[in-house]
């Protein structure tokens, strides 16, 4: 049975650093999926990882994935405020079920 | 515009009476899915379906019906609500070729008291 784990599950960083956050999953999950959800908000789709080694960026954010590992890491550089906001991974077993991580809930300070 | 649309957004009920949230989407995307989330918990899936008259359950599925009728709506029922559904539920719909990506609606909060 697939199980995602998040860390760390609170961020908080000053503007202009760098940090990562990391999604550990248990078994093998067909793909990975970044999420973004604003404070009283719904999710906004990041991510979609297909394949072992896949990396995406947009911005300030770069997704990877590490199949071996069963690793996917969300690095965010040069942090800005805009970027506070909860962030989610979830994997997929099979196509059609999502397994969601608990989320890090990202604080940005000036 | 292109999206996915939940009615009712708040709605504050009592036990046992039975309620229905609507979910709709003018995407033409076969796959839809309905999610709990919970403070601690993430999100939760609760059931999904692949097509018209297609669902299945996901990890969290008791106390929940769902049916597809149409491949635009996805209706989620509490036939018997109890206050541990009190939590904020969260339709989504994807095309089942493509990117992969998953649209979700605004957002459904409900109280069951």
């Known amino acids: 049975e697939l199980k995602v784990e998040q860390n760390p599950l609170f961020l908080s960083m000053q503007e202009g650093k760098n940090y990562t956050i990391y999604c550990n999953y248990s078994t093998t999950s067909d793909r990975l999926y970044w999420y973004r959800q604003d404070p009283g908000k719904s999710l906004e789709s990041l991510f979609v990882l297909l394949s072992n080694g896949a990396v995406k960026q947009e911005g300030r954010l770069m997704a990877s994935l590490d199949t071996k590992a069963r690793l996917s890491t969300l690095h965010i550089t040069a942090a800005v405020h805009d970027l506070s906001a909860t962030y989610f991974c979830a994997g997929s077993s099979g196509t059609y079920k999502y397994i969601f991580g608990t989320g890090t809930r990202l604080k940005v300070l000036a | ?113």
């Open chain 2, 1 to 113: 515009e292109a999206q996915v649309t939940q009615n009712p957004r708040y709605l504050i009920t009592v036990t046992g009476k039975k309620l229905t949230v609507t979910c709709s989407q003018n995407m033409n995307h076969e796959y839809m899915s309905w999610y709990r989330q919970d403070p601690g918990l993430g999100l939760r899936q609760i059931y999904y379906s692949m097509n018209v008259e297609v669902t299945d359950k996901g990890d969290v599925p008791e106390g929940y019906k769902v049916s597809r009728k149409e491949k635009r709506n996805f209706p989620l029922i509490l036939e018997s609500p109890s206050p541990n559904q009190t939590s904020l539920y969260f339709c989504a719909s994807r095309s089942t070729g493509g990117t992969d990506t998953q649209y979700f609606g605004p957002g459904t909060r409900l109280t069951v008291l």
